[in-house]
């Protein structure tokens, strides 16, 4: 069984579905911690309500590398094997990314390379803008080049005409939570 670590700044949608799986039996993990950098990050709560242990570590007047290396400090201690980027929204020492080494994985709300380094809202408006047909998201590792590592999974979705930033967001969310439960048990069996 592979022990998950979460790092994430926001709600955590991606982790509910991971969360639900497990305990519907559909995938065999553990999520063994879940970090944030924001105190009230809904991620938070989600752990909480799944008796995952979780903790705030804040990156506020902190070298970049100084937090991280904190974050992996919890990290070990929960005997992580695999890192999961779950609306992480902070940018990843070079250091860290080092580390953890083909053992940490980021969703990214387009289909890369379409829109590296967008985050959230921005990616969906930008599709809108162009007037894109397609959008989904892609699961890649992370190394030290900003949503540059290797593609793992890629999911699409049409883009239809009367969706909105919400409702693109909405779609490719759900995609998000399918291709991670098709990326960690493809982690696991790499483990």
């Known amino acids: 069984m592979i022990n998950i670590g979460v790092l994430g700044s926001t709600k955590g949608t991606d982790l509910q579905a ?97 829109y590296a380094g967008g985050m959230d809202t921005n990616v969906h408006e930008e599709v809108l803008k162009n007037k894109d047909k397609e959008t989904g998201c892609t699961i890649h590792f992370v190394t030290d080049e900003l949503d540059s590592g290797p593609i793992l999974i890629q999911k699409k979705c049409a883009v239809e005409e009367g969706d909105t930033v919400e409702t693109l967001k909405s779609k490719v969310q759900i995609l998000e939570g399918e291709a991670f439960l098709e990326a960690i048990p493809l982690m696991a069996n790499n483990g």
Do not use: Q
Not at 29 to 52: E, F, G, Q
């Open 18 to 114: 991971i969360l639900d799986a497990i305990h519907l039996k559909k995938l065999s993990a553990t999520v063994s911690t879940v970090i944030s950098n924001r105190k009230n990050a809904y991620i938070l709560d989600r752990a909480k309500n799944h008796s995952v242990p979780f903790y705030f570590i804040s990156h506020k007047g902190k070298d970049r590398k100084d937090f991280d290396a904190e974050m992996t400090e919890v990290l070990k201690k929960h005997e992580v094997d695999l890192v999961l980027l779950i609306g992480f929204m902070r940018i990843l020492s070079s250091s860290f990314c080092i580390e953890w080494r083909d053992r940490i994985l980021n969703v990214h709300p387009s289909l890369l390379p379409k």
